[in-house]
């Protein structure tokens, strides 16, 4: 049951960043959620080319127990491998596939892209990251071999 949760709550934030890609003025949708920031772990694992239209970082994180969705309840996130918007501000020239990162997640759901990075740094090699599934023990991943596969959802 607590899989279903979090795959739903998935599933409704990708719908609605995605719905943020070039919206062509499509409303964002009303909520009377304040914007909140999480701080936030994971590997990179993808991003778009420099000259895509829009900015954009797949990224696997750690699980975010506080996340909220756009009704106001609390929504915890499992782990997962996901495509994160950026802010103008982020600075990419000095990440990779296969770097770790910390990153802030800001997310005004009555924005018209509800979810960016607003913020992002790479850690230093090493640092250990936590994958927590449902129900199992904590997962540990290192850097893969080839850290271009991002299809670890």
Known sequence: MKKTAAV????ALVTI???????????????DVPPRSYE???????ISPAD?????I????????????????AAPM?????PFHLTESVDLSEVEPGDKVSFRLDVDWGASVPARIGSLEV????????FEESETE??????????????DH
């Not at 739903?8 to 599933?11: I, K, P, Y």
């Not at 936030?40 to 993808?46: D, L, N, W």
């Not at 696997?60 to 009704?71: C, K, L, N, Q, T």
């Open 123 to 130: 850690l230093v090699p090493g640092t250990p990251l936590t």
């Open 58 to 73: 797949w990224i696997h994180h750690e699980a975010i127990p506080e996340f909220v969705d756009i009704r106001g309840n």
């Open 52 to 56: 895509a239209e829009e900015r954009q």
């Open 8 to 11: 739903a709550t998935f599933l």
């Open 17 to 31: 960043l995605v719905g943020g890609c070039g919206g062509g003025g499509a409303e964002p949708p009303e909520s």
């Open 78 to 82: 499992d782990a997962m491998t996901m």
């Open 40 to 46: 936030m772990r994971g590997m990179v694992r993808q």
């Open 138 to 151: 904590p997962v540990t991943e290192e850097p893969a071999e080839d850290a271009a596969d991002h299809g």
